[in-house]
């Protein structure tokens, strides 16, 4: 099983930039597609993006499409999330995870303000 910590979170101004990091445990961390989700206060957990075993192909849910960008370092054990031109309604905990679905870690505060 892999296991993973996100880092990188912060407070930010509108427009500003964060590249948040989650570094994996365990062997077979390249098999694995990996995403990251994020929850605001007092909603539901949602996915924000997802990168194939490889990095080849990845996914963005809509609202973040065009300004954040999902990249992995299989050789680091290591999936980043370049997020550029934040809005205040970014602001949740990123979660990374693998698919299928795994233990969720505790995730990283990424605050926009505006």
């Known amino acids: 099983q892999v296991q993973l910590v996100e880092s990188g979170g912060g407070l930010v101004q509108a427009g500003g930039s964060l590249r948040l990091s989650c570094a994996a445990s365990g062997r077979t961390f390249s098999s694995y597609g990996l995403g990251w989700f994020r929850q605001a206060p007092g909603k539901e957990r949602e996915f924000v993006a997802a990168a194939s075993s490889s990095g080849r192909f990845t996914n963005y849910a809509d609202a973040v499409k065009g300004r954040f960008t999902f990249s992995r370092d299989n050789a680091k054990n290591t999936v980043y999330l370049q997020m550029n031109d934040l809005k205040p309604e970014d602001t949740a905990v990123y979660y990374c995870?693998?698919?299928?679905?795994?233990?969720w870690g505790q995730g990283t505060q990424v605050t926009v303000s505006s």
């Open positions: 995870n693998t698919f299928p679905l795994g233990a």
